[in-house]
């Protein structure tokens, strides 16, 4: 049995990220990076989202109390929230409202800072969160919906 | 030489067409209206339509609310809700065909799609003066109605109870307003 063809493994190696992305027509969440947690300190993971071309989400703060706000939420263990950092979302008008809407749109990361408490368990753990949001278009909204999210972390 | 000029001149002639097409549907986007030229029936041929599927709701009053009580009326049913900007847009014109219509057999129901019931839509029915019945609507309902996955989702039914409509997403006045008095 000879060696794998690297120039025909190379197009496989590209579409794995892909894979590993949770995601729907509108919005994609890329598989967050492992991150190594020393006990007693703070650290950070960055969820990349990207929503497709032509739809925007309500922000984690809307101006219309109706409106459905981004969230993320995490299980509290092995690890507790310190912190959820939402970029700076943007003031959008659109043909249905007389107002602008505060909207993210396109690429952006959402940070999540981590108390790592002095008494985790070392070893491998998966942190379970939740990403909910509500999406329009120009035309029409779709129901909120609720992407899982499974961040890996390393207790050392 | 000739046929393929006159072969450009078609083709300029398309793409200008296409541009005032698009040009067009913006306008008419915004104005509600839809263009000359873009005429297509405000509803489906008899033959063509499909019984609308039954269902009980309970309104904002706690009454039940029955699809098939409206038999012998043309209903003007809206899926929507409160987190919708685009159904905002169409409610005010609901409002004005149920004063405009309501004694000449046709009725405006509203089945609202919010997760959290009548807590949200009662107050929101308040600030918006919704003057037509509402319910809260569930995914069974949604379900009967191929599934309801954008809104507003808007359904023109006849006198028979048949659908003579569709209309999935925020549509032009002049729309509905053809298709209502088509079937009055």
């Known amino acids: ?156 | 030489m000739q046929a393929a000029r006159r072969s450009i001149a078609l083709v300029a002639v398309s793409l200008l067409l296409s541009g005032c097409s698009s040009t067009s549907k913006i306008i008419s986007d915004l104005t509600g209206e839809r263009a000359l030229g873009d005429a297509k029936p405000a509803v489906k041929a008899d033959k063509d339509r499909k019984s609308a599927p039954d269902f009980e709701l309970k309104d904002a009053n706690g009454q039940s609310v029955r699809l098939s009580d409206y038999r012998g009326k043309v209903v003007l049913l809206d899926f929507w809700a409160t987190w919708c900007g685009p159904c905002k847009i169409e409610i005010p014109w609901f409002q004005e065909f149920e004063r405009q219509n309501k004694d000449k057999g046709f009725a405006v129901l509203g089945v609202a799609m919010d997760e959290d019931g009548w807590d949200v839509v009662k107050p929101f029915a308040q600030h918006m003066n919704i003057n037509y019945r509402l319910m809260i609507g569930n995914d069974s309902i949604a379900e009967k109605f191929g599934g309801v996955d954008a809104l507003p989702t808007t359904f023109l039914i006849d006198r028979e109870g048949k659908i003579a409509a569709v209309h999935v997403g925020l549509s032009g006045k002049r729309d509905f307003e053809n298709g209502i008095r088509e079937l009055l």
């Open chain 1, 1 to 156: 049995m000879g060696f794998v063809n690297s120039s025909r493994l190379a197009p496989i190696l590209l579409l794995l990220p892909a894979a590993f992305a949770q995601s729907n027509a509108i919005l994609t969440v890329a598989q967050p990076e492992k991150l190594v947690a020393k006990r007693n300190t703070e650290i950070t993971a960055r969820i990349d989202v990207s929503i497709a071309e032509g739809y925007h989400i309500n922000s984690n703060a809307p101006h219309e109390v109706y409106l459905i706000p981004l969230r993320l939420t995490w299980t509290p263990e092995p690890l507790s929230v310190e912190t959820v950092i939402f970029p700076k979302p943007r003031d959008e008008k659109y043909q249905f409202s007389d107002q602008p809407l505060s909207v993210f749109t396109g690429n952006f990361a959402i940070a999540t800072k981590f108390k790592v408490p002095a008494a985790a368990l070392s070893g491998p753990a998966i942190l379970a969160g939740k990403l909910r949001y509500q999406a329009c278009n120009s035309n029409m909204c779709f129901p909120p919906k609720t992407v899982e999210l499974k961040l890996p972390i390393e207790v050392r």
